[in-house]
């Protein structure tokens, strides 16, 4: 009987290390699948965009600061930028691992250094965002459910904190700056720091520039294409095409509108 336990605990442990050996021979070749199918995608990405070929001229212009002339000038730029694009893809495995507890997250998001993302609640990330956390953490947050949406090619530098507790939804293709807060709620009273806070959601329109330590607080609903200048604390409400600053902030000028999005704005405000 004593024989017969031992000889199954000893094939239990003879199977165990089988799986390990199997694991190890097998997984670098699945890495290396993934790897090559998500640079794949990158670099088509990047074909489809015609980035390619400026970023050549960037790099010979970086590097040179004329166009290459000669074999070796040219090899050199395609090596450096075989190096970025590697850069690319890696930051790329970088998000998906990070982003991992996400709800849903898009194409291509690029992360660079170690984003924290915490919270039960539900974060939804679009398509091509990068958000760079490598000179401080950037820290995304959505309590039991709340809600964090993050629309598709928006930038988020470095050190910043979204902190949602009740519903923060950022456009596309917004510039957040190193170090800006955007939190909707107060976490707990003023008068009693016992009771729970007040919360309330923040919408920030499409094309929106959140420069350096600005603060967004709750209940606030930044307009497209407006721009919080560095420093600012926002209380209220932020008006399409705006520059706006202070603390409170305040109106400083108008911005000029693009053409392609006059229609849209007179739309908006009922006059089609």
């Known amino acids: ?25 097998v997984y670098p070749f699945f890495e290396f699948k993934i ?4 640079f794949i995608k990158y670099l088509k990405n990047r074909m489809v965009q015609g980035k390619i070929s400026s970023k050549i001229s960037q790099l010979s212009y970086s590097i040179y600061g004329r166009e290459t002339s000669g ?12 190096k970025d694009l590697t850069k690319g893809v890696l930051r790329v ?7 991992r507890n996400c709800k849903s997250t898009g194409k291509l998001i690029t992360v660079r250094g170690p984003l924290r993302v ?3 609640g539900d974060i939804r990330i679009g398509d091509h965002c990068t958000i760079w956390s490598h ?10 459910g709340a809600e964090l949406i993050i629309g598709e090619g928006t930038f988020i530098n470095t050190a910043c904190i979204v902190s949602a507790s009740n519903r923060i939804v950022i456009g596309k293709n917004c510039q957040i700056a190193n170090q800006v807060i955007i939190m909707d709620g107060d976490f707990h009273g003023v008068d009693d720091r016992e009771a729970p ?22 209940g606030v609903e930044i307009g497209e294409g407006a721009t919080v200048a560095a ?3 926002v209380t209220k409400n932020v008006a399409p095409y705006t520059l706006v600053g202070g603390v409170p902030a305040k109106l400083i000028r108008n911005l000029e509108v693009p053409k392609q999005n006059k229609r849209h704005l007179l739309s908006a405000a009922g006059f089609f």
């Open 1 to 25: 009987m004593t024989l017969n336990v031992s000889r199954k605990i000893i094939n239990c442990f003879y199977l165990i290390f089988k799986i390990n050996v199997i694991k190890i021979l």
């Open 35 to 38: 790897f090559t199918s998500i």
């Open 231 to 233: 420093g600012s604390v």
């Open 71 to 82: 074999f070796k000038e040219r090899l050199y730029v395609y090596v450096s930028l075989i």
């Open 197 to 218: 806070g007040k919360s309330d959601a923040i919408i920030i329109g499409d094309n929106a520039w959140l420069a350096t330590r600005s603060m967004i607080l709750k």
């Open 118 to 120: 915490e919270g039960s």
């Open 135 to 144: 000179m401080g953490v950037t820290q995304l947050f959505a309590d039991r």
């Open 93 to 99: 495995l970088n998000g998906k691992f990070r982003l």
